[in-house]
């Protein structure tokens, strides 16, 4: 890699924070008093896209140890967050849904993180270019074992 492409690809990555922790901090105020750790908020960001995912691919998909799935699993359930329903068809396996309430919160996340990005982020063509172009990152680095999701407690 040369060194024009090493100062744009560590720009986009110093990108990608610094817009992630001003939208993270936008959800402030319409949540306060609640509050998810950034490993919690990784789970329940896959139990919302994928309704009756099981524990074990809830891990797969975090690249989480069971443990620290298992952990902020509870730590949702306790919050109201995540319910467990057994599998009708087998009954040793337990499926993952949002309650009513996680879908309200995320209804609300749409909702902020919307206005927030109405201003600046206008152009549709450009919008759905970009998206395209996080989910390639999203999915490059999702098997990427130089990546240690296990940091995110």
């Avoid at 490993?39 to 919302?48: F, G, I, N, P, Q």
């Avoid at 952990?71 to 993952?96: C, Y």
């Avoid at 919160?105 to 206005?115: A, D, F, G, Q, V």
């Avoid at 152009?123 to 395209?132: Q, S, W």
Wanted: aromatic share 4%.
């Amino acid at each position: 890699m040369d060194d024009d492409q090493e100062t744009r690809l560590f720009e986009l990555a110093d990108r990608i924070l610094a817009v992630g922790r001003l939208i993270h901090a936008s959800k402030e105020p319409a949540f306060a008093g609640e509050s998810w750790t950034p490993l919690e908020s990784a789970v329940m960001r896959v139990v919302d896209r994928e309704p009756g995912i099981t524990a074990g691919a809830v891990a797969r998909a975090t690249r989480l140890i069971s443990s620290n799935t298992s952990r902020a699993l509870r730590n949702l359930e306790a919050k109201g967050l995540v319910r467990r329903v057994s599998d009708p068809d087998d009954a040793r396996r337990v499926r993952l849904y949002p309650t009513d309430r996680a879908e309200q919160n995320l209804r609300e996340l749409r909702r902020i993180w919307s206005e927030l990005l109405a201003g600046v982020a206008d152009d549709p063509a450009g919008i759905d270019t970009a998206v395209v172009l996080l989910r390639r990152i999203e999915n490059g680095l999702a098997g990427d074992p130089r990546i240690d999701t296990q940091e995110q407690t």
